[in-house]
C-alpha cells in the first residue's frame, strides 16, 4: 500500500499547474467576466493539447485525471471540464478541444444548462443512457445573472430527445466518474480559496498586526486545511478505486462519498475565504467570491452533498 | 497511488489471523472496567502471548526484540486484531508506544538491557508523568522540581492524568532540573520506579466516573541519577523524539470501532419506533448517519494517507493533526446524533432496555476527551495555521 503520489503523478499534476498557472492566470479567468463567460476556444483547444481531456482516452486512469482536474479547480477554469473529459473516449473531437461538449442531466423544479452558447455538443445523461442533442436546437431562457458570472445558465423549456449513442450502464458511469472528477475541481477550489485567505491573512494589517497572527483567524485556517485534506484523502480514494488499485470495489459508494465531502467542504472553504477577506471579502475586486460562487454550482452537478448523504445511508 | 497490499503484507496478515484465530476463543473473561489489578494481570498475559508468538514489539526494531514492522504492517495487525476482538494493548500502553521507544534511542545499553525487554514481555508496566496541574498545552513550563543531592536527584512536585499510576512499576517522568534558564532547557528526563517513598498515587476520577488516572503527589522523593536518560537539562529533546515514532497507526483501532458503530446506528435506527414509524423513516436522520459514515470513510483514506506518508518518510507530518482534529469534531458529531437517536434511553451510561446503550454513550463521553487529551483541538488549530499554512505567532 502507498498511498502517496508516486513520481510519475507528482510530475504529471505539476505538468498541468505549471501549464494553467502560465496560461490561466486569474486575470485571464476575470477579463472572461466581460465576455459574459462565453468560453475561449483557444484556451480550450490549448487545455486539450495539455491532455486534459483525452487522459483517460490516453490510457491514463482516473487518478491521473482527478490529480488534473484538482489543478483545474485550482486556477478556476470555467466550461464543461467533466464533460469534454468524459466524452473523449468516444468523441475524438472532445479529446483535442476542438469541439466543446457539454452534458446535462436534466433537473427539477428548473431545467438548467450552462454554457449552452458556446457548446458544439450537448449530452443529455439519462438513467436509460446517453444522447446527443444539437445545442442550437435547445430552447430556453437565457439567464441575466447567473450566479456565478463564469458559468452562464439557461432556464431550458425544450430538450430534444437526441440521438442514443450510449447505453444505461455507461450512463451510470458517466454519473459516477463525473461525481469524481467533479470532487477534484473542487478539491482544487478548497486549496485555492485558502492560498489567498493566507496570503491575505499575512499581509492585512489591523489593530497593529497581521490579522493571520489572531487566533481566530487562524484557528478559521486551520478549519478549511483540515476539511481541504479529508475531501483530498476522500477524492483519491474514490479514484484509485475506479482504477481497480483501491480497498473498496463500491465504485459507486466511494464516488459518493468524494462529491459529498468536496461539495461541504468547497462551500465551507470559499464562505470561509470571504470571511476572512472581511468587508474586501463581499467586493467584487476580490477573488475569494469567485471560488465561492464556482463552489456552489459544483455542489449542483451530479448531485448535491445532501442527495449523495441520503444515498449514502441507502446502502447502510 | 494505491490502496492495495503487497504479496508479503497480505501473508504478514494471514499469518497473524491463524494465529489470532487459535488463541482468541481461549481467553479468559476480561475483568470489569474498574478492576485495574485484574485488568494489569490480563493486558500482561496478553502481552506475554504475543510476546511468544513473536508479535510483541510491532513497531520496535528487530535489534531490541521488535517485530521492526513498516507502519503498513502495524495497520493489518491493528486491523487483525480489532477484526479478531483481541485485547487491546491496555496497560502497556505507556511500555510499548511510549517510553519503550524513548528508551530505544536515548538509554544507555544498562538502561536498555534492564527495562527493554522487560517491557516487551509484559513485565513492567510504565506510566507517564508529564503533565502538571499548572502545566498542560503549555507542557514546557512543568515545576516539579528535581534537586542533585550527590547520586540522587530529590523530587518535589506534583503530575497528574498519570493512567495506570496505581498499578505501574515504572514512571517516564519530565522533571525541572533548572530554574534559571528558559523554559526547555532546564528539564530533565527520568526514569522513576513507582512506590518510592515520599510518593502519594491518589485516584482521579473522570467525568465518566472511571479511575485510570492519577494524580501522583512527590515530597522529598530519592531517584537515582543513574536513572537519568539523556543529559542533564536536555529532557525536552528526549521527551519530543518520542513523538516521532508515531506513524499515523495511533487511531487505527478506534476508527474501526467507530465506523463500526456508526453502522451499528444504522440498524438500530431501523428497530427504534416512535409514534408509530421507525426512526429510520426520518429523511434527516438518514441524511446525518449517511454524512457521518461518508466522513468516516474518508478518514480512514486519511488514515491510510497518513500511513504511507509514514512507510515513505519515517515522519506522519502535518496529516497527523489534522486527523486529530477532523476525528474529534466527527467522533462528537457521531455520539451526539446516537444519543439524540437513543433520546432517554440515553440517559445510562450502561446498556438499559435490550438497546446497545453503553456503546454509543460511553463513544459520546470518550469524544469530549478527543478534543483534549494530547493537545486540545486548540492547540492543534495552532500548530496547523503556523507550521502548515505559516502563519505568524500571537506573541
Given at each position: 500500500m502507498d498511498f502517496e503520489l508516486n513520481d510519475d503523478e507528482r510530475s504529471l499534476q505539476e505538468g498541468i499547474r505549471s501549464f494553467l498557472t502560465g496560461r490561466c492566470t486569474i486575470d485571464v479567468v476575470r477579463s472572461n467576466e466581460e465576455t459574459g463567460g462565453a468560453l475561449d476556444r483557444a484556451l480550450w483547444q490549448e487545455l486539450g493539447a495539455v491532455g486534459v481531456f483525452s487522459l483517460r482516452a490516453d490510457g491514463f486512469g482516473m487518478t491521473e485525471s482527478v490529480l488534473a482536474f484538482e489543478e483545474l479547480g485550482r486556477s478556476l477554469v470555467a466550461g464543461p471540464l467533466v464533460a469534454s473529459h468524459l466524452a473523449a473516449t468516444r468523441m475524438p473531437a472532445a479529446a483535442n478541444g476542438s469541439r466543446i461538449v457539454g452534458l446535462i442531466e436534466p433537473s427539477e423544479p428548473v431545467n438548467i444548462a450552462e454554457h449552452l452558447a458556446s457548446l458544439d455538443d450537448l449530452v443529455v445523461v439519462r438513467p436509460e443512457g446517453l444522447f446527443v442533442v444539437n445545442p442550437a436546437e435547445v430552447v430556453g431562457v437565457h439567464a441575466e445573472r447567473p450566479l456565478d458570472a463564469l458559468t452562464p445558465i439557461t432556464a431550458v423549456s425544450h430538450l430534444p430527445q437526441g440521438e442514443l449513442i450510449a447505453d444505461a450502464a455507461t450512463a451510470h458511469i458517466w454519473h459516477r466518474d463525473g461525481m469524481v472528477l467533479t470532487a477534484a475541481l473542487q478539491l482544487g477550489l478548497c486549496l485555492a480559496s485558502i492560498d489567498l485567505a493566507k496570503q491575505y491573512a499575512m499581509q492585512r494589517e489591523q489593530f497593529g498586526r497581521p490579522i493571520g497572527s489572531f487566533q481566530a483567524v487562524k484557528h478559521l485556517l486551520a478549519d478549511m486545511l483540515t476539511k481541504a485534506e479529508v475531501t483530498r484523502a476522500a477524492v483519491y480514494a474514490a479514484a484509485v478505486n475506479i482504477d481497480g488499485r483501491g480497498d473498496s470495489t463500491d465504485l459507486m459508494q466511494t464516488a459518493r462519498m468524494a462529491k459529498m465531502l468536496a461539495g461541504d467542504s468547497a462551500l465551507f472553504c470559499g464562505k470561509a475565504g470571504i470571511q476572512v477577506h472581511?468587508?474586501?471579502?463581499?467586493?467584487?475586486?476580490?477573488d475569494a467570491q469567485r471560488y465561492w460562487k464556482r463552489a456552489c454550482v459544483l455542489d449542483t452537478h451530479f448531485g448535491n452533498s445532501d442527495e449523495h448523504a441520503a444515498a449514502f445511508s441507502a446502502a447502510l | 497511488m494505491d490502496l492495495q497490499f503487497t504479496d508479503a503484507e497480505n501473508s504478514f496478515r494471514l499469518k497473524l489471523r491463524d494465529w489470532l484465530s487459535s488463541v482468541i476463543p481461549q481467553l479468559p473473561h476480561e475483568p470489569h472496567r474498574n478492576d485495574w489489578i485484574g485488568r494489569r494481570e490480563y493486558d500482561s498475559m496478553w502481552q506475554r502471548m504475543l510476546f511468544d508468538a513473536g508479535f510483541a514489539g510491532i513497531n520496535w526494531p528487530r535489534e531490541y526484540g521488535g517485530l521492526g514492522a513498516t507502519p503498513t504492517e502495524h495497520l493489518i495487525f491493528l486491523e487483525e486484531t480489532e477484526r479478531a476482538r483481541a485485547p487491546y494493548v491496555g496497560q502497556n500502553f505507556v511500555g510499548l508506544l511510549h517510553a519503550g521507544p524513548t528508551l530505544i534511542t536515548e538509554a544507555s545499553a544498562e538502561q536498555k538491557a534492564f527495562h527493554l525487554p522487560a517491557i516487551l514481555k509484559g513485565e513492567h508496566i510504565w506510566c507517564q508523568g508529564f503533565s502538571e496541574p499548572g502545566a498542560g498545552s503549555d507542557l514546557a513550563s512543568l515545576s516539579c522540581r528535581a534537586i542533585r543531592d550527590g547520586d540522587d536527584y530529590v523530587i518535589n512536585g506534583q503530575k497528574i492524568w498519570t493512567s495506570f499510576g496505581h498499578t505501574a512499576d515504572y514512571c517516564e517522568m519530565l522533571v525541572r532540573t533548572d530554574t534559571d534558564v528558559p523554559k526547555h532547557r532546564g528539564i530533565t528526563w527520568l526514569i522513576v520506579p513507582m512506590g518510592l517513598p515520599g510518593m502519594d498515587v491518589r485516584p482521579l476520577r473522570t467525568l465518566e466516573g472511571s479511575t485510570e488516572f492519577c494524580e501522583v503527589f512527590f515530597d522529598e522523593v530519592r531517584v537515582p541519577?543513574?536513572?537519568?536518560?539523556?543529559?542533564?537539562?536536555d529532557g525536552w529533546r528526549v521527551a519530543m523524539v518520542t513523538l516521532s515514532f508515531e506513524r499515523g497507526t495511533a487511531f487505527v483501532s478506534e476508527m474501526l470501532q467507530s465506523m463500526e458503530l456508526a453502522r451499528d446506528l444504522a440498524q438500530l435506527a431501523k428497530r427504534i419506533t416512535r409514534n408509530g414509524v421507525t426512526a429510520w423513516d426520518d429523511a434527516g436522520l438518514r441524511r446525518d448517519i449517511g454524512r457521518i459514515c461518508a466522513e468516516l470513510d474518508a478518514l480512514w483514506a486519511l488514515t491510510k494517507r497518513n500511513i504511507s506518508q509514514a512507510q515513505r518518510t519515517g515522519l506522519v507530518g502535518p496529516g497527523g493533526n489534522v486527523f486529530k482534529l477532523a476525528y474529534a469534531e466527527l467522533r462528537t458529531r457521531l455520539g451526539e446524533l446516537a444519543m439524540h437517536l437513543l433520546d432517554r434511553a440515553s440517559l445510562s451510561i450502561d446498556d438499559i432496555g435490550d438497546l446497545p446503550t453503553h456503546a454509543h454513550v460511553h463513544g459520546r463521553i470518550h469524544a469530549l476527551s478527543l478534543g483534549i487529551a494530547a493537545g486540545t483541538s486548540q492547540v492543534q488549530r495552532n500548530i496547523v495555521a503556523e507550521r502548515i499554512l505559516g502563519l505568524p505567532k500571537e506573541r
Open positions: 472581511g468587508g474586501m471579502g463581499f467586493t467584487w475586486e476580490v | 541519577v543513574a536513572n537519568r536518560v539523556g543529559d542533564e537539562n
